[in-house]
């Protein structure tokens, strides 16, 4: 089974910078675009004249052990990209564990497009709302014996701040 994370990792940046980053990754012998074929996309954006490409690698349910040929891989080119100042590089990774939390953000015009949030979430039946019972005869005797045990362990009786010896 191993420990398991959740994963979010963009790159981006003007889309010559980033076509360049893509282009020397491709040819290495462990290309992050072989190792995570299935979970790795590259969008291009643009919009009025500016021009910007994002490398998005997202996964649920991994094993992000820093040892992982892939994971040195994906690092590697975080690096590589965090070399150049034309890009940006953002990573968040949640453990299983509670505050397993890594969070890097690198590059003049980082977005900040990865964020984590907390919530509880509760997956209890729902049950009718009912009134209070009664309590019963052997609780109200309980609740007797202990109001007068209480009594005899005292000097003073009070009620409504009126106290007698």
Known sequence: MG???QVHSLI???TPEVTKLIA?????PYSVFVAFEEHITVNKLDDGGYD???ITLI???WKWYESYDDIIAWNNLMADAEKNPKLCVE???VGEESGDIEQNYSGDDCQYYIT???YVDSNAPYYEEVDEPAPDEAVKETLEKVEED??????RFCINGNCED
């Open 150 to 155: 209480l009594l005899a362990q005292t000097n």
């Open 52 to 54: 910007e490409t994002i």
């Open 91 to 93: 990573f968040c990774r």
């Open 59 to 61: 996964g649920d349910d």
């Open 116 to 118: 984590v949030s907390s």
């Open 24 to 28: 020397l990754e491709k040819l290495k």
């Open 3 to 5: 420990y398991r994370s």
């Open 12 to 14: 981006y940046g003007p």
